[in-house]
Antibody, heavy 121, light 109 residues
Framework: QVTLKESGPVLVKPTETLTLTCTVS??????????VSWIRQPPGKALEWLAH???????SYSTSLKSRLTISKDTSKSQVVLTMTNMDPVDTATYYC?????????????WGQGTMVTVSS | EIVLTQSPGTLSLSPGERATLSCRAS???????LAWYQQKPGQAPRLLIY???SRATGIPDRFSGSGSGTDFTLTISRLEPEDFAVYYC??????????FGQGTKLEIK
């Protein structure tokens, strides 16, 4: 069974750095046909893709947030880590990690349950 | 960046009716890279359709996708009570590689 689970702080202060961890099971981060993305959703709003990483360490970032994001992986631990610097209250959201499958699916087929992060002093 | 615009924003229908949801892209999107998701309150999104028209594993055949280029459609042939949710389209492949539409809320009339 494939699962992804997000973990990290529930509350962060403005200007702090957020570090989120996605722990996967049921597949390997070394699988060339799969990657992991981070996606967020502010309360009552739409989904926003943040970043992804693949087995060959190929990384991509949201254009608007690129300067604040870093994604990395530890294949041996089956973990993908996202850091976001200079947090602001507008970054309050549920943060999801999701598996992305390459051809022929090219979509997010398995999602974590999400973790709610609130930015407040 | 490819912008996906979904319409309508809210669709009010009754169980048993047919639902047609639209997703329009600001630039042409390869059909191979257009997906649809369903999201219910308090839950993560669920993949419904990939490659514009292929149903994901376990998705009932009342859900179908179609379209090409800049215009894509998700159709639910006969609405069941559990189908009332928010639906998102998503494209993968252009730079930045992923964008989502703003969502269509399907509510019970």
């Amino acid at each position: 069974q494939v699962t992804l689970k997000e973990s990290g702080p529930v509350l962060v202060k403005p200007t702090e750095t957020l570090t989120l961890t996605c722990t996967v099971s049921g597949f390997s981060l070394s699988n060339a046909r799969m990657g992991v993305s981070w996606i967020r959703q502010p309360p009552g709003k739409a989904l926003e893709w943040l970043a992804h990483i693949f087995s060959n360490d190929e990384k991509s970032y949201s254009t608007s947030l690129k300067s604040r994001l870093t994604i990395s992986k530890d294949t041996s631990k089956s973990q993908v880590v996202l850091t976001m610097t200079n947090m602001d209250p507008v970054d309050t959201a549920t943060y999801y990690c999701a598996r992305i499958r390459r051809d022929p699916i090219n979509a997010f087929d398995i999602w974590g349950q999400g973790t709610m992060v609130t930015v407040s002093s | 960046e490819i912008v996906l615009t979904q319409s309508p924003g809210t669709l009010s229908l009754s169980p048993g009716e047919r639902a047609t949801l639209s997703c329009r892209a600001s630039q042409s999107v390869s059909s191979s890279y257009l997906a649809w998701y369903q999201q219910k309150p308090g839950q993560a999104p669920r993949l419904l359709i990939y490659g514009a028209s292929s149903r994901a594993t376990g998705i009932p055949d009342r859900f179908s996708g179609s379209g090409s280029g800049t215009d894509f459609t998700l159709t639910i042939s006969r609405l069941e009570p559990e189908d009332f949710a928010v639906y998102y389209c998503q494209q993968y492949g252009s730079s930045p590689p992923v964008t989502f539409g703003q969502g269509t809320k399907l509510e019970i009339k």
